[in-house]
């Protein structure tokens, strides 16, 4: 465990459901992002929070809708997803210096098949 | 073009063996980062730096800001070393930002042999 925890580890849903995503995260840390990981690209970013508020929507297409109810959680909540949306979704938490360059701390990801 | 663009894609080693992997990017950066990434997802920061060179370990990694490039590596590789490693920077921004917002390399696949 890295202190950032990510529920559930597997999801499988079809395009219809609705299903979330969610981190948690007691490290003291202001900063919770939303990366995804597509087999065989590199990691793109999705979402930064800091101190709960969005400072980054890295053009998501609204059938991902993000939620931070406080510093310590942050979820990802899904619907009408496609196959296409298929990936690794990682979550990861970091200070939130204003240097722009802080050591994030990554959990072990929700894996996401949609059918 | 990536903006972060690793060598090699894969790897093969045999155990005792020094390991270099290389990043290149093109553009301006605060920091540069190594990550690791084991079969199952979860990623491990390795190193950040902005300058010179981290030892960490049997895992060094060194930066030349000049000539945007940074390398890791890797002495007396073992077959626990098997992973994925990624370079990513955190670019450098006119406004102040709060966190960090990373560009990511695709990854090395490193497989060390017993």
């Known amino acids: 465990e890295t202190g950032v925890t990510q529920t559930p580890r597997h999801l499988v849903m079809g395009m219809t459901n609705k299903k979330s995503l969610k981190c948690e995260q007691h490290?003291?840390?202001?900063?919770m992002y939303w990366y995804k990981q597509s087999a065989k690209k590199p990691l793109e970013l999705m979402f930064v929070?800091?101190?709960?508020?969005?400072?980054e929507n890295n053009s998501v297409p609204s059938r991902f809708s993000p939620e931070c109810p406080n510093s310590s959680h942050l979820f990802l909540h899904l619907h009408t997803l496609q196959p296409e949306d298929s990936a690794l979704y990682l979550c990861?938490?970091?200070?939130?210096?204003?240097?722009?360059?802080?050591?994030?701390?990554f959990g072990a990801g929700s894996r996401l098949t949609v059918l | 073009k990536n903006e972060v663009e690793q060598s090699p894609q894969n790897l093969t080693a045999q155990e005792g063996e020094f390991i270099t992997i290389n990043c290149s990017y093109s553009?301006?950066?605060?920091?540069l980062h190594w990550l690791q990434q084991h079969p199952g997802g979860g990623i491990v920061s390795l190193f950040m730096l902005s300058s010179g060179k981290k030892k960490h370990g049997r895992l060094i990694a060194t930066i030349n800001i000049q000539e945007k490039h940074s390398s890791l590596h890797i002495t007396a590789s073992h077959p626990r070393d098997s992973a994925v490693y990624i370079c990513?920077?955190?670019?450098?921004?006119?406004?102040?930002?709060?966190?960090?917002?990373?560009?990511f390399g695709e990854g090395t696949q490193l497989t060390v042999n017993p």
């Open positions: 490290l003291g840390h202001n900063a």
């Open positions: 990513a920077v955190s670019k450098r921004r006119k406004e102040e930002t709060s966190g960090s917002r990373l560009t």
């Open positions: 990861a938490s970091s200070h939130a210096g204003v240097s722009g360059a802080n050591v994030l701390t």
């Open positions: 929070y800091n101190f709960k508020e969005q400072t």
């Open positions: 553009v301006g950066i605060s920091a």
